[in-house]
Nanobody
Framework: QVQLVESGGGSVQAGGSLRLSCAASESSWRTACMAWFRQAPGKEREGVAGVCTSGGSTNYADSVKGRFTISRDNAANMAYLQMNSLKPEDTGQYYC?????????????????WGQGTQVTVSS
């Protein structure tokens, strides 16, 4: 059973950048697909970005394309979400998730393993 721990959240002004990190507890994670999700108060959890293998194809929500970049370093059991040109609507709790089952990358129900989340707040 893999454990995930996010870090790197914080408060920034619109236009700023943050880099989120997700640390996995064991190397078996390397063969799992993983994704970043976010949830704002009163809203459903939404998929932000997903990737299955290090250097593999990446997927993004339309709202973050061109601004966010997902990556993973399997040797270090780490995944990242580089967030640039942040907007107030990017505010929310951000989670990394992982699973070995197939399915739509953006479907949160697909993922069994979740981190505790890290808060991102973007002010205008």
């Amino acid at each position: 059973q893999v454990q995930l721990v996010e870090s790197g959240g914080g408060s920034v002004q619109a236009g700023g950048s943050l880099r989120l990190s997700c640390a996995a507890s064991e190397s078996s994670w390397r063969t799992a697909c993983m994704a970043w999700f976010r949830q704002a108060p009163g809203k459903e959890r939404e998929g932000v970005a997903g990737v299955c293998t290090s250097g593999g194809s990446t997927n993004y929500a339309d709202s973050v394309k061109g601004r966010f970049t997902i990556s993973r370093d399997n040797a270090a059991n780490m995944a990242y979400l580089q967030m640039n040109s942040l907007k107030p609507e990017d505010t929310g709790q951000y989670y990394c998730a992982a699973d070995w089952r197939s399915g739509a990358w953006w479907e949160w129900r697909r993922y069994t393993y979740w981190g505790q989340g890290t808060q991102v707040t973007v002010s205008s």
